[in-house]
């Protein structure tokens, strides 16, 4: 059983100018190595790496369906927490955005006061659900220099992160990447579009101690 609150990603939009950056050029993940290729396409036709690795880490079968019981219950936990953020199940893992489309100003990786409050209510679900690992991925748009979104993304991704750790969330669930503008989510062509690609992805899944209690028939309610 599947479920669905429909959206485009687990996707915190933020503000921010950005350039083109090749592959080579991409942020190298620190933290737990999620496992996972990147690529799956998504509404307008860009790319999303965090679903992707949802959908890599997925392992299928019994086990499978009570790793994805327990991220429905979480996924539930997250709407409820943040009413505004939109959250999708994806394979056996969850992807969010935030509505608010605030979590920076134009240029800077430091947070909002709405940004650290609904951080603050997604920290206390992650505490409360510790068995998974949390992937944060910083992106750009493709205004900017090269090196200057390089350098934009990975603050933002880290400044996320590290403020989560700062509730409580443990320091290595997380898997922190960035990849400027190498991932837009919607084309590059206008403002609306360009404010849309600013932003910091989010997804959560298993991890190897729950996968294991799954496939022994056990998982946490």
């Known amino acids: 059983m599947k479920y669905f609150l429909f959206v485009p990603v687990l996707t915190l939009i933020i503000f921010s ?3 083109s950056l090749n592959n080579t050029q991409k942020g190298t993940g620190i933290g737990v190595a999620a496992g996972a290729t990147a690529g799956a ?13 949802l959908i890599g880490a997925a392992v299928g079968g019994g086990a499978g369906y009570l790793i994805g019981n327990n991220m429905d219950k979480q996924a539930r936990a997250i709407k409820q927490a943040v009413p505004d953020a939109q959250v999708e199940r994806v394979g056996e893992g ?3 955005t935030f509505n608010s489309g605030l979590l920076f100003k134009i240029n ?12 603050d209510r997604i920290a206390t679900v992650f505490n409360d659900y510790p068995e998974t690992i949390i992937l944060v991925e910083g992106h750009t748009d493709n205004t900017g220099t090269v090196q200057y979104n390089i350098d934009l ?16 969330v443990a320091k290595d669930r997380f898997d922190i990447k960035w990849y400027g503008e190498d991932q837009p989510k919607y084309p590059n062509d206008t403002d609306a579009n ?3 690609n600013r932003r910091v992805e989010v997804g ?9 209690q799954a496939e022994n028939g056990k998982i946490p309610n």
């Open 17 to 19: 100018s950005c350039k």
């Open 41 to 53: 396409i998504i509404g307008g036709g860009g790319k999303s790496s965090v679903i992707g690795a």
């Open 94 to 96: 969850i992807n969010m």
């Open 108 to 119: 800077s990786s430091g947070l909002s006061d709405s940004a650290k409050f609904n951080l």
């Open 153 to 168: 993304s990975k603050m933002r991704a880290t400044t996320v992160a590290d403020y989560l750790i700062s509730k409580g």
């Open 194 to 196: 360009r404010k849309l």
């Open 204 to 212: 959560v899944m298993a991890n190897g101690e729950l996968k294991k």
